[in-house]
């Protein structure tokens, strides 16, 4: 790099411009790549969301929204729709992310804050990646038969099943968001007197707040789209179940699956409505979440 000098001091400074020659090159050979592999990712991405949205956006409406489920080889869509099977995610998925957000959260503060290196956080952390692991339908079958067998089916045990599926994706990406915030921070925080408990409180926490909540996003769209721990624990309703503790519930990702493997027009275009109705559920929640994230965050100065 050229030389300068400070116009002060006349002291030589380093010229802060662009590497030339084979450094240039490789540099514009990465960013191609790069780009490329973004466009190469994005483009299945773009593909089910065109999909889906062709095939499922006829179906959408209030009555589809908002009323129950008709026969299956019942043609007309505004008979009907799929009003239990979005109340019941909403239910099933809520509860889930009620038990597992909590306890991740706390475990991961555990493993960065607390655990060091002792046999409880490598067990704990160990035992985090095994569950990631774990086929879905895996959790379904030990909630049947820790739950179902015992208490029949409702849709507590769904959030059960899927809160033991999030449970591990909030530990570990709290833990990795938890290590990016600066040490400095804490030791600041301890110097001027505060506890150890204070500082996660109002000093660690609030600096994580947006990674945490991606993990607990990403915990919560894997959550909402489980089918195979639904089919062993939910039943399946046809109505609207208000009570999360008792009687067989419904949800959309069941209704996709009983519904695509049918062979009736009127029940595959449900299929598609449903699954387009749970993409922008997923997004709704996503965005009210990155709201109330924003609005409660502490900035750093």
């Given at each position: 790099?050229?030389?300068?000098?400070?116009?002060a001091?006349?002291?030589?400074?380093?010229?802060?411009?662009?590497?030339?020659?084979?450094?240039?090159?490789?540099?514009?050979?990465?960013?191609?790549?790069?780009?490329?592999?973004?466009?190469?990712?994005?483009?299945?991405?773009?593909?089910?969301?065109?999909?889906?949205?062709?095939?499922?956006?006829?179906?959408?409406?209030?009555q589809?929204?908002?009323?129950?489920?008709?026969?299956?080889?019942?043609?007309?869509?505004?008979?009907?729709?799929?009003?239990?099977?979005?109340?019941?995610?909403?239910?099933?998925?809520?509860?889930?992310?009620?038990?597992?957000?909590?306890?991740?959260?706390?475990?991961?503060?555990?493993?960065?804050?607390?655990?060091?290196?002792?046999?409880?956080?490598?067990?704990?952390?160990?035992?985090?990646?095994?569950?990631?692991?774990v086929?879905?339908?895996?959790?379904?079958?030990?909630?049947?038969?820790?739950?179902i067998?015992?208490?029949?089916?409702?849709?507590?045990a769904?959030?059960?099943?899927?809160?033991?599926?999030?449970?591990?994706i909030?530990?570990?990406?709290?833990?990795e968001?938890?290590?990016?915030?600066?040490?400095?921070?804490?030791e600041?925080?301890?110097?001027?007197?505060?506890?150890?408990?204070?500082?996660?409180?109002?000093?660690?926490?609030?600096?994580?707040?947006?990674?945490?909540?991606?993990?607990?996003?990403?915990?919560?769209?894997?959550a909402?789209?489980?089918?195979?721990?639904?089919?062993?624990?939910?039943?399946?309703?046809?109505?609207?179940?208000?009570?999360?503790?008792?009687?067989?519930?419904?949800?959309?990702?069941?209704?996709?699956?009983?519904?695509?493997?049918?062979?009736?027009?009127?029940?595959?275009e449900?299929?598609?409505?449903?699954?387009?109705?749970?993409?922008?559920?997923?997004?709704?929640?996503?965005?009210?979440?990155?709201?109330?994230?924003?609005?409660?965050?502490?900035?750093?100065r």
């Open positions: 790099m050229a030389a300068t000098e400070y116009p001091t006349g002291q030589p400074a380093v010229d802060l411009r662009e590497p030339a020659g084979w450094r240039r090159t490789k540099n514009q050979i990465a960013t191609i790549l790069m780009w490329a592999a973004f466009a190469i990712t994005l483009v299945p991405l773009v593909l089910v969301l065109y999909t889906v949205i062709q095939k499922g956006a006829s179906a959408i409406s209030w589809f929204l908002t009323g129950g489920p008709i026969p299956p080889n019942v043609l007309p869509l505004g008979v009907g729709g799929m009003g239990p099977a979005v109340i019941g995610t909403l239910e099933i998925t809520g509860f889930a992310a009620l038990i597992a957000i909590p306890l991740g959260v706390l475990g991961g503060v555990y493993l960065n804050e607390y655990g060091g290196t002792s046999w409880l956080a490598r067990l704990l952390a160990f035992l985090s990646d095994v569950m990631t692991g086929p879905s339908i895996v959790m379904g079958l030990f909630i049947f038969t820790i739950w067998l015992h208490f029949g089916y409702s849709g507590v769904g959030a059960f099943a899927l809160a033991c599926l999030m449970l591990p909030v530990i570990r990406s709290t833990e968001i938890l290590r990016l915030v600066p040490s400095g921070l804490r600041a925080s301890l110097a001027l007197g505060a506890s150890r408990a204070r500082t996660i409180m109002t000093v660690v926490l609030p600096a994580a707040i947006p990674g945490i909540t991606s993990g607990a996003l990403l915990a919560v769209a894997r909402a789209g489980e089918t195979a721990p639904l089919l062993f624990t939910i039943g399946a309703a046809r109505q609207v179940n208000t009570h999360v503790f008792s009687g067989a519930n419904t949800a959309l990702s069941t209704q996709i699956f009983r519904n695509a493997q049918l062979p009736f027009v009127g029940a595959q449900r299929a598609w409505g449903a699954a387009l109705t749970l993409i922008v559920l997923v997004v709704l929640l996503t965005i009210l979440a990155r709201v109330v994230t924003k609005r409660f965050s502490v900035p750093l």
